[in-house]
């Protein structure tokens, strides 16, 4: 896949799992998002919460979930600490992070809590 093919395959997946949410009545926060220590997908409001959310699209799901590191989920969980900063209750907002795998027929498999 060249790379802006796997740059619109990404996005379009980013796109299938924000309408998954918003169906739930989750509404976007952040899309994207990029601090000093890392980039965050897809971040939702969930009440006074949010669920930050990492896309991983691939051929199965099994190679999606396969493309998750220890170093990425350290700069995800960076980011966050970023992001929440400029969140009303700070670092006292609950969080929940999310997996989002997308298969190649576009189907999902959401991963809720992975760090609980």
């Known amino acids: ?4 093919t796997s740059y619109l395959a990404g996005l379009a997946a980013e796109n299938a799992v924000e309408a998954d949410y918003a169906r739930r009545g989750h509404a976007l ?14 971040v939702l409001r969930d009440g006074d919460g949010l ?4 896309v991983k699209k691939a051929r ?10 220890r170093g990425q989920l350290e700069r995800i969980y960076g980011a966050v600490s970023e992001f ?8 006292l907002t609950d969080v929940r992070f999310d997996v ?10 959401i991963i809720e809590n992975y760090w609980a």
Do not use: H, N, Y
């Not at 799901?61 to 998750?68: K, M, S, Y």
């Not at 989002?100 to 498999?109: F, K, S």
């Open 1 to 4: 896949m060249s790379g802006k």
């Open 29 to 42: 926060a952040a899309r994207r998002w990029r601090g000093s220590r890392g980039e965050l997908d897809l």
């Open 51 to 54: 669920i930050v959310v990492e």
């Open 60 to 69: 199965d799901f099994a190679r999606a979930a396969a493309r998750i590191t």
């Open 84 to 91: 929440v900063a400029g969140e009303p209750r700070g670092s």
């Open 100 to 109: 989002a795998l997308v298969d190649g027929a576009g189907r999902l498999e």
